[in-house]
């Protein structure tokens, strides 16, 4: 029964990370009782809800953060063709994000280090191990 199987969506990677919080029982109770009047729809809902609101409010400070410090904002890909193409040109990339940073899966260590000379993510950086492990002097 097993082999039947099937795997509707494959997974690719996720857009989310998870992450684990320390909560009082008395606060945690508070959120147990607006999820259970409708405010929400689960704690996770809840949390989320709250940390997009104070994202929200700093928004200008972190807009002027971002932009004195020279961050793309979002998803950042390097492909093997994007890191051969600057090894090609003599280009050393300087990797500054706020989001998801991800190297493919086909770069290897040495194409890494050849072309990447500092890495700084805010958020989430997806690579192969050997590349994380050999960008590991190179990362802030």
């Known amino acids: 029964m097993a082999g039947n199987i099937q795997e509707l969506r494959p997974k690719v990677g996720s857009d989310t990370e998870k992450i684990t919080i320390n909560l009082g029982y008395v606060d945690l109770g508070h959120i147990d009782l607006l999820v259970q009047d409708g405010f929400y729809s689960n704690r996770t809902d809840f949390i989320r809800t709250a940390i997009r609101n104070q994202v929200e409010r700093?928004?200008?400070?972190?807009r002027q953060s971002v932009a004195r410090k020279s961050l793309d904002l979002g998803?950042?890909?390097?492909?093997?063709?994007?890191?051969?193409a600057a090894r090609a040109a003599g280009q050393r990339l300087d990797v500054r994000v706020l989001g998801l940073a991800s190297i493919a899966a086909d770069v290897s260590p040495e194409l890494a280090r050849a072309t990447i000379a500092s890495i700084s993510v805010l958020g989430a950086f997806q690579a192969s191990a050997?590349?994380?492990?050999?960008?590991?002097?190179?990362?802030?």
Do not use: G, I, N, P
Not at 58 to 62: L, Q, R, S
Not at 75 to 84: A, G, K, Q, V
Not at 130 to 140: E, S
């Open 58 to 62: 700093h928004a200008d400070t972190t």
């Open 130 to 140: 050997a590349v994380k492990a050999a960008l590991a002097d190179r990362t802030r």
């Open 75 to 84: 998803l950042r890909h390097f492909s093997r063709d994007d890191l051969e």
